[in-house]
């Protein structure tokens, strides 16, 4: 068995048999690249064999090139996939595969604060698809649906992957209030989350306006029969055309056919624009999709939810985890740089 990593259409296929081992889409486009990004390494380095210690020296070449720490060990991760699965398909020896995935990942030092709203950004953040709306800049069915978008993300705690697939079936309630019912998350564990009040209002809100268009007859939104579509029903957040109307399935320039709902990624480009238009969010805060999330739990957190109801909201397998990610919130409440007091003179010009 050759020590050499050939090159050719079969190390693609099992790129393909990688990503498949992965159920998030972000994980598979993530694990693609990766793969992708080594491959073209390999080749420029002369084919120095598939080997550990050529993985080990590209571990160090993405060191130099000062990439982060948790994308080196996601890379190493789908090169780790990639050599058993090379082995199970006879391109490669078990025993240099076992040297492969051996290769040990960058140790991660500390913990990485993120971005969070204050309450005060965060109300200002979630009202800025209406203010916007006030004036006449967005239509008002792309503001109610903006609105209802932020409000869930910042009152329930939900991945930007978790909104784009929510369900009006998911919306239901119990014991007397209103909560997400039997959501399927990260790893398929499933979770119920509660609903506050105001993020009702936004859904219902939203709701109403294009059980109004649809009424209406202004709506297009067809299925591939031609009819007159219910898919308002199923999932909550869909796609609009630059009028404000719901754009309902078309055809793609490739050929295939949209299917009337925002994606993952339509859902991270909302949040992505309102956190540039929204005046409260620092402009040195490049705000995500998941600083959201890390804004439910300081949120909970500061308004006095205990540690077990927020791992609950997240869906955090082990609240050690749950803990790691309050930890940034916690430690710059009071600090001990706090205790330092030093009396500054003042320069004065006469």
Same mark, same amino acid.
């Given at each position: 068995?050759?020590?050499?990593?050939?090159?050719?259409?079969?190390?693609?296929?099992?790129?393909?048999?990688?990503?498949?081992?992965?159920?998030?889409?972000h994980s598979?486009?993530?694990?693609?690249?990766?793969l992708l990004?080594?491959?073209?390494?390999?080749?420029?380095?002369?084919?120095?064999?598939?080997?550990?210690?050529?993985?080990?020296?590209?571990?160090?070449?993405?060191?130099?090139?000062?990439?982060?720490r948790s994308?080196?060990?996601?890379?190493?991760?789908?090169?780790?996939?990639?050599?058993?699965?090379?082995?199970?398909?006879?391109?490669?020896?078990?025993?240099?595969?076992?040297?492969?995935?051996?290769?040990?990942?960058?140790?991660?030092?500390?913990?990485?604060?993120?971005?969070?709203?204050?309450?005060?950004?965060?109300?200002?953040?979630?009202?800025?698809?209406?203010?916007?709306?006030?004036?006449?800049?967005?239509?008002?069915?792309?503001?109610?649906?903006?609105?209802?978008?932020?409000?869930?993300?910042?009152?329930?705690?939900?991945?930007?992957?978790?909104?784009?697939?929510?369900?009006?079936?998911? %919306? #239901? $309630?119990?014991? &007397?209030?209103?909560? =997400?019912?039997?959501?399927?998350?990260?790893?398929?564990?499933? !979770? +119920?989350?509660?609903?506050?009040?105001?993020?009702?209002?936004?859904?219902?809100?939203?709701?109403?306006?294009?059980?109004?268009?649809?009424?209406?007859?202004?709506?297009?939104?067809?299925?591939?029969?031609?009819?007159?579509?219910?898919?308002?029903?199923?999932?909550?957040?869909?796609?609009?055309?630059?009028?404000?109307?719901?754009?309902?399935?078309?055809?793609?320039?490739?050929?295939?056919?949209?299917?009337?709902?925002?994606?993952?990624?339509?859902?991270?480009?909302?949040?992505?624009?309102?956190?540039?238009?929204?005046?409260?969010?620092?402009?040195?805060?490049?705000?995500?999709?998941?600083?959201?999330?890390?804004?439910?739990?300081?949120?909970?957190?500061?308004?006095?939810?205990?540690?077990?109801? %927020? #791992? $609950?909201?997240? &869906?955090?397998?082990? =609240?050690?985890?749950?803990?790691?990610?309050?930890?940034?919130? !916690? +430690?710059?409440?009071?600090?001990?740089?706090?205790?330092?007091?030093?009396?500054?003179?003042?320069?004065?010009?006469?």
């Amino acid at each position: 068995m050759t020590t050499a990593l050939a090159l050719n259409n079969n190390w693609y296929v099992i790129i393909d048999l990688v990503t498949q081992s992965v159920d998030s889409p972000h994980s598979k486009r993530a694990y693609s690249r990766a793969l992708l990004a080594f491959l073209d390494w390999y080749e420029l380095n002369g084919r120095p064999g598939f080997t550990k210690a050529t993985v080990n020296a590209y571990r160090e070449q993405l060191l130099e090139e000062g990439k982060s720490r948790s994308s080196i060990n996601q890379a190493l991760s789908a090169i780790r996939k990639l050599a058993a699965e090379a082995a199970d398909n006879g391109l490669v020896g078990q025993q240099l595969a076992y040297g492969v995935e051996r290769v040990k990942g960058v140790k991660q030092e500390g913990l990485r604060a993120g971005n969070w709203l204050t309450r005060e950004q965060a109300e200002a953040f979630v009202n800025t698809p209406i203010t916007l709306f006030k004036e006449e800049q967005i239509p008002y069915l792309t503001a109610l649906r903006d609105q209802a978008i932020l409000s869930v993300m910042v009152g329930t705690g939900l991945r930007r992957s978790e909104a784009a697939g929510l369900t009006w079936q998911h %919306i #239901q $309630q119990r014991d &007397g209030r209103w909560a =997400i019912i039997d959501l399927i998350g990260k790893r398929g564990r499933i !979770r +119920s989350i509660g609903v506050p009040p105001w993020v009702k209002i936004a859904l219902d809100n939203w709701q109403e306006a294009v059980q109004a268009q649809v009424r209406g007859g202004t709506a297009v939104v067809l299925d591939e029969g031609g009819y007159k579509s219910n898919n308002y029903k199923e999932r909550i957040f869909l796609a609009l055309n630059k009028s404000g109307n719901l754009s309902g399935i078309n055809n793609t320039k490739g050929g295939g056919k949209t299917d009337g709902y925002l994606s993952p990624q339509a859902i991270y480009n909302v949040i992505k624009k309102y956190a540039i238009a929204c005046t409260s969010v620092p402009t040195q805060t490049a705000l995500a999709a998941h600083d959201l999330r890390r804004t439910a739990a300081a949120l909970a957190l500061q308004g006095g939810a205990d540690l077990r109801q %927020i #791992q $609950q909201m997240l &869906g955090h397998a082990s =609240i050690m985890t749950t803990e790691r990610y309050l930890e940034p919130m !916690r +430690s710059l409440q009071v600090t001990a740089s706090d205790f330092i007091q030093i009396h500054l003179d003042a320069a004065t010009i006469s």
